[in-house]
Every structure is written in structure tokens, then in C-alpha cells.
């Protein structure tokens, strides 16, 4: 398309620019019913999967049909959202924390055909468009990064995992039979942007090779001492090397000391390290972030390794089905899966969930490791 | 990677725009890249922050920090962002002829 100007003009670039006015202020988009009972609810029920009613102290209810969103959108499907709001909530809508749309009435019966309406919408090729659920105790929807689609550093896709996880764990989105809810989170690499460190179940993209050094360019693109102090665990020192005859700055990478997180290649565009077959996904469970009952907690390293699988990642679906299934069958109610593992004990975590234990998830990580060792007597055979 | 020329000289950048080379930086790099910068003329608080970047480079190997930056040319960051309207590490470290930040930016 031709170059259709905005009215900038970059000839004088400071002209009428307009900075710092930040986000516009929330209560411009509060449905009406939301404004007036703003800070005066009484109560909430979840009515069925997906739907949620709260009562104001004055009586005015509200029904929330909640919705799962692939996260990753057109506009296409943007626009669609908007004429779903515009025909039912007087174009009011919004983002939940994890990403799924809510939608808010004010009678049940709007709730109600509002929800078969979503359910009614589908992809050309057969997904639900905006499929209701992710209340209550089942599997909401999955907090997730990049992947392929966008970043530089990623050792496994985002969206073509979360697409395969989700679909073999619908049926709990729109139920809630769950002991409690289940959160799954997945991260590309070990940056871990968003909540795989705190999640019931996380997914996490993992090298398993140490950076390939570009020593022609790395002085030019790099600032050395960066990429050395970029390593948590000492592995990279600058040095010196002969190339074409010419003496260059560059990094030596001790190998057996490297751990494949590719923090160097974040500091430093000259040492890439991710790799077809060596890269793959750990799996991650047992945190949360609430205060119930028992304090938040970090998820563990439960599987090592699972290699990348596109399109449909099948070990890893299956894995992650049959932790949530165990968890399921075994847990009390109310029990997260962190606090259900905590409680039966790791060794029978293991057993049951039938996960190999290997000497890759032994902590190994400075003086705080030592804390992660059994320092009793108590055990299950 | 593409290769510019202006007035004679020869400069490798990126697609963001930064010299590729350190020691290809010049002078007529300055004059070239600062329109695109939205600065119409060089000044000597825009070459006193150029000097700093590149001494503090040559010396150290990395981009100081931008508390670093102010505190060693009196410039607060706010006047840094006057005279150059991308900020230090767009702006300043791109006209020094550093190489491009890196990190989650």
C-alpha cells in the first residue's frame, strides 16, 4: 500500500507530540451497573461453568459469562468481540488477568443466551471461537509468551504449545470438577515471563546445548563484559583469539560449566544457542501465588526433558494429562496440586503421576540447594 | 547487512541503524545519522555526550549506565532526552557508534 501519513511530520519530529498521558482511566469503560455498584458488592455465586453472578448491596445483580481467547488475535476477532458486546452488554466487555473475555449482563436469561450464542461460534475449521468455562475448580486458561511467533531467544513455541495443552484439557475449562483450580502457565525460555514459576502446572522452554560463539563479530556486536557477567554461573570469560591473522576480543565458554540458559545470547547477539533437537520443554508443578490455606510457592522441575514436537507436542499433552488426571483422582478439596504433592510426599508424587525421576531434578545451584536435600529419616519406600 | 555511504564514506549498520563497527565511526557518521535522530544540529553538550560514550567505552567495553551518563556530564536524563529525542541508548550510544543495547529493551 502507498504511504498514507498520520500527519506526523518527520521533518520536524518534537511538532504537537503528545507524551505522558498514560493509560485512560478505567471508570470511562465501566458498564453502567459496574459504576453505580463500584465498592458495594455483597456477594457472588458461580451459577454454572463459565458464568458468575454478583449482588450488590443495593440488589442490582450482575451475570458475567466468562470466555477462553487464543491471547494472540486479529483484529478480525477483536471486531467480533465488539459486536458480541455492542448486541448483548450495551458494548461493554473485558480482559481478564489470564486472558480470557468476560462479558457482563444484567439478567439470566440475557446470561444465558449469551453463552449458547458464544458456544455457537466457530472457526471455519471447527474451534470454538470464544468457548465459555474457566470458573471455578477446573483449568482456566493458559498464561503464555512469544514463542516462535515474535521473540529472539525462545527454545519452544508458545502458542502452538498452549493450542495442544488446551485442547486435550477442554473438557476441564468448561467444568468444575477439579479438587481446585489448576493453573497452567508456559514460558519459551527460562526468562520465564509471566507465571510459570508460581503455577500448578508449567510448561518451559529448555536448551540443552552451550552458545555457538561468533568470534568475528562478537567484539563489534557485543559489549563483552556484559555477556560475562550475564552468566549466573561463571562459565564465560573474555579472551583473546587469533582469526585471519588478526588478534580479536572475543569469549571462551567453559563447557562443562555451562547450563544452556542463554543469558549470554540475551546480552549478546553473537552467541546463539538454540538447536533443533536440543531444545525441548521441562515441566514444572506445584506453585501458586494465593494465600489460601498455605503460604505461595515455586513450582519444581518435575520432567527434565520433552522434546519439541510440532505441531501437536503429543508427549507433553500427555504428561501434562496425566499429572492433571492424578491430581484429580487423588487430591482432597480444596487442595492445590503443590499442596496435594506436599502432602502425600514428592516420592509418591513420582510414583503415581509414574514420572521418572532422574538426577536432573536434584537442585545443584549454589549454597540454597543444600535446603531442597531430605534432611530426615522420614521417607516412603 | 547494508552498507551506507555519505561523503565519501563507506558505514556498515544494522536494520536498526547502528554502525555495525566501532572503529568506523567518524565524524560525517554524526552528520549523517542525526536527522533520523530528529536532531537538526550538533552541538557541544550533543558532542560532549558523544565523547563520554565513546572514551567510557574504549576504556570499559560496555555502554556506561544512564545514572553514570548524567552524573559524569551534569546532564539529567531529562536534558538527555532533549538533546536527544530517542534517549541514550537509541539516541546517544547510536551516534557514538557503540553497539546496539541488548538485554529485554
Known amino acids: 500500500m502507498a504511504f498514507i501519513s498520520s500527519g506526523y511530520n518527520p521533518e520536524k519530529p518534537m511538532q504537537d507530540r503528545i507524551t505522558d498521558i498514560g493509560p485512560q482511566h478505567f471508570t470511562k469503560f465501566l458498564p453502567p451497573i459496574i459504576a453505580k455498584n463500584k465498592g458495594a458488592w455483597d456477594y457472588h455465586e458461580i451459577i454454572e461453568p463459565g458464568m458468575l453472578m454478583h449482588v450488590g448491596l443495593s440488589g442490582d445483580k450482575v451475570f458475567t459469562v466468562r470466555c477462553g481467547g487464543a491471547r494472540l488475535m486479529s483484529i478480525t476477532n477483536i471486531r467480533e468481540i465488539c459486536d458480541i458486546a455492542d448486541k448483548y452488554c450495551g458494548g461493554h466487555l473485558r480482559f481478564t488477568t489470564r486472558n480470557n473475555i468476560e462479558f457482563m449482563v444484567s439478567t439470566l436469561e440475557e446470561a444465558k443466551a449469551l453463552k449458547a450464542d458464544l458456544n455457537g461460534r466457530k472457526h471455519t475449521a471447527g474451534s470454538h471461537k470464544f468457548p465459555v468455562g474457566g470458573t471455578g475448580a477446573g483449568v482456566t486458561n493458559i498464561v503464555h509468551t512469544q514463542g516462535w511467533v515474535h521473540c529472539h531467544t525462545p527454545a519452544t513455541d508458545a502458542s502452538g504449545t498452549v493450542k495442544a495443552t488446551m485442547d486435550v484439557v477442554f473438557e476441564e475449562f468448561t467444568n468444575m470438577r477439579l479438587p481446585a483450580p489448576v493453573r497452567i502457565s508456559m514460558a519459551c525460555c527460562l526468562n520465564m515471563c509471566g507465571a510459570v514459576h508460581c503455577s500448578d502446572i508449567a510448561i518451559l522452554g529448555i536448551h540443552r546445548k552451550p552458545p555457538i560463539i561468533d568470534n568475528e563479530n562478537l567484539d563489534n556486536v557485543c559489549e563483552v563484559p556484559l555477556a560475562v557477567a550475564a552468566c549466573p554461573t561463571g562459565a564465560i570469560r573474555p579472551t583473546k583469539i587469533e582469526l585471519g591473522g588478526k588478534q580479536v576480543n572475543t569469549v571462551a565458554v567453559k563447557q562443562e560449566r555451562c547450563m544452556f540458559c542463554g543469558n549470554c545470547y540475551t546480552m549478546c547477539p553473537a552467541m546463539p544457542l538454540s538447536d533443533k533437537d536440543g531444545d525441548g520443554i521441562a515441566l514444572m508443578v506445584g506453585g501458586k501465588i494465593s494465600n489460601r490455606i498455605t503460604k505461595p510457592a515455586f513450582s519444581k522441575v518435575v520432567v527434565p526433558f520433552i522434546p519439541n514436537e510440532p505441531p501437536r507436542w503429543p508427549t507433553l499433552t500427555k504428561t501434562i494429562k496425566k499429572i492433571l488426571d492424578t491430581y484429580a483422582k487423588d487430591a482432597h478439596k480444596y487442595e492445590r496440586l503443590g499442596d496435594w504433592a506436599n502432602?502425600?510426599?514428592?516420592?509418591?508424587?513420582?510414583?503415581k503421576c509414574e514420572l521418572e525421576f532422574s538426577h536432573h531434578l536434584i537442585d545443584d545451584f549454589r549454597d540454597p540447594a543444600y535446603y531442597t536435600w531430605r534432611q530426615t529419616t522420614q521417607f516412603k519406600f | 547487512m547494508a552498507f551506507l555511504e555519505y561523503k565519501g564514506k563507506k558505514f556498515e549498520?544494522?536494520?536498526?541503524?547502528?554502525?555495525?563497527?566501532?572503529?568506523?565511526?567518524?565524524?560525517?557518521?554524526?552528520?549523517?545519522?542525526?536527522?533520523?535522530?530528529?536532531?537538526?544540529?550538533?552541538?557541544?553538550?550533543?558532542?560532549?555526550?558523544?565523547?563520554?560514550?565513546?572514551?567510557?567505552?574504549?576504556?570499559?567495553g560496555i555502554a556506561p549506565m544512564v545514572r553514570i551518563l548524567s552524573k559524569i556530564t551534569g546532564y539529567k536524563l531529562k536534558e538527555i532526552y532533549e538533546l536527544f529525542p530517542s534517549g541514550p541508548g537509541k539516541g546517544a550510544c547510536k551516534m557514538a557508534g557503540l553497539p546496539k543495547p541488548t538485554g529485554c529493551v
Open chain 2, 13 to 60: 549498520v544494522d536494520e536498526d541503524g547502528f554502525l555495525l563497527k566501532f572503529e568506523e565511526w567518524s565524524p560525517e557518521w554524526v552528520e549523517y545519522i542525526k536527522e533520523s535522530e530528529g536532531i537538526p544540529t550538533i552541538t557541544e553538550n550533543h558532542q560532549k555526550v558523544i565523547d563520554f560514550l565513546q572514551d567510557y567505552y574504549k576504556k570499559n
Open chain 1, 343 to 351: 502432602r502425600i510426599g514428592w516420592e509418591r508424587f513420582f510414583e
